[in-house]
Structures are given as structure tokens and as C-alpha cells.
């Protein structure tokens, strides 16, 4: 989008969404009113605020910002090499500036470098320090093969970065693709992480200020929508983005 076409649309926005809160992109720095969006599994779910209207950045990509700011704040302190597994084309720029080798791959897009399937990888053992998975652990048909394949290609040291939706105690497996998902993850994934990895540490949206907007503003029908699990509840809001720092 040009940059006359972005003050447009803020100017649009802060004319028309007036008394809404306004926040602050730590990615952008612009300030103001951030956009909802309608969740695609439901007309009647809406997420609050999640879109930055400067740089187009939702909850999960300002918290990875964050937590790379945090954790690994020098080029090179997660390692030299990284694959990135169904890439958002927003955060490629942002995870190619922190590391030597940055690798793409995914089983069905076509940008990628690699076309891999995170159920059972080429890959030798130990081929990366870093690997990158967003949002991706909901449509493999075998969950554990996934996060042991991770496991395998990390070099000793290494860290698996998983970002996901833990709406549920327990993973709801479909048995088939439902709206191109085997499954919603549940808390119990967690377990299977420990199970696999040397130490896995949870960072959750509450760790930053509020003013970023982090945490996943859920309404159904009109209404807040916030029976999740209390790992990740936020009463009267929704849920909290949690990204799991995996160590090998």
C-alpha cells in the first residue's frame, strides 16, 4: 500500500471509529487506532484491534518483535542459521535481518526455498540453530511427528519458536481437514513440547505494556468471548498470545 493510501485509511479510521482506544506499534511506531477483523472460521467472531494501520502488523507479529528485542537482541544470539516454516510474507524481512542463512519452506506454497513437509523433513540432523513456526501446528495430520522433526534438525543449542492459539485444555483432533485444519491446539500441546525439547519457556502478551496491543480482543455476536483456558484466559478480553521458546 503507498504511503498516500495508509493516511488515508488512518485519517478514514480516526474520523469514523472515534472513542475507540488507541495503542502503539513497537514494530512501526505509529500510534492510534488499531483495525478489527472478522475471523474467517466465523462471521460472528470478531478480533478487537488487532491490525496496526502503519505497517499492517496483527498481535502475533508485534509480540515476536518484542520477544526478539528481549531474548535475542543481537544478530547472531539465536544462531546463524534459520528455517522459517509457512512464512508470512510480512515477518520475512524482519527474521532475513537476524540471521546469516535464512531459509523458507512449506508443503503447498510456492514462494518458498524448501518444499518440506514439518511431518517428515530432508533436512539432515542439526541443519539449523533456529526454527521459526507460527500458526502452522493446526493442519499436519500427526502433531508429534511435527515437533519431533523440529527437534532433529536443530543443532545442539538451537530453539524452536512456536506461536499458537491455545484455545482448549485438550487438542480437538478432527480426523480429517476441517477449514484446512486438522485440529485447534490445546494446552496439552505444551506437553508434548517438554516431552521433546531440553526446556521450554512460555512468553505470554501480559509480559509487554498493553499499549501494544498483544493480547487477542475476542468478541462473538457483540459480546466478549473469553472461555478459554486459564493458562491463556483473560476475563472480560479474550485470550493471551503465548510463543514457546523450545531449547534443544
Known amino acids: ?21 488507541e495503542f502503539h506499534c513497537p514494530i512501526c511506531g505509529y500510534r492510534g487506532i ?32 518484542l520477544l526478539f528485542g528481549e531474548f535475542f537482541p543481537n544478530k547472531g544470539d539465536a544462531g546463524k542459521r534459520v528455517l522459517h516454516i509457512a512464512p508470512e510474507t510480512f515477518m520475512r524481512p524482519f527474521f532475513r535481518e537476524r540471521f546469516e542463512t535464512y531459509h523458507t ?61 491455545y484455545g482448549h485444555e485438550q487438542t480437538v483432533e478432527f480426523g480429517e481437514f476441517v477449514g484446512e485444519r486438522h485440529r485447534e491446539i490445546g494446552v496439552d500441546a505444551i506437553d508434548l513440547y517438554q516431552k521433546h525439547f531440553g526446556r521450554v519457556d512460555l512468553v505470554m502478551s501480559d509480559r509487554y505494556p498493553e499499549e501494544y496491543q498483544l493480547h487477542n480482543r475476542i468478541l462473538e455476536n457483540g459480546k466478549v468471548k473469553d472461555d478459554y483456558p486459564e493458562l491463556v484466559r483473560i476475563p472480560g478480553v479474550g485470550f493471551k498470545d503465548v510463543v514457546a521458546l523450545c531449547r534443544a
Request: hydrophobic content about 35%.
Open 1 to 21: 500500500m503507498s504511503p498516500l493510501k495508509k493516511t488515508l485509511r488512518r485519517l478514514y479510521y480516526r474520523l469514523t471509529a472515534s472513542g475507540r482506544p
Open 34 to 65: 488499531f483495525k478489527d477483523k472478522k475471523l474467517y472460521m466465523s462471521d460472528s467472531l470478531v478480533r478487537q484491534y488487532t491490525k496496526c494501520l502503519g505497517c499492517d502488523s496483527k498481535e502475533r507479529h508485534r509480540m515476536m518483535h
Open 105 to 165: 519452506a512449506d508443503l503447498f506454497m510456492d514462494d518458498v526455498d524448501f518444499k518440506e513437509d514439518l511431518q517428515k523433513m530432508s533436512f539432515a540432523d542439526g541443519s539449523y540453530d533456529c526454527v521459526v513456526v507460527s500458526r502452522v501446528l493446526t493442519c499436519p495430520p500427526d502433531l508429534e511427528a511435527c515437533i519431533r522433526e523440529m527437534r532433529r534438525i536443530l543443532a545442539p543449542g538451537g530453539v524452536a519458536i512456536i506461536a499458537e492459539i
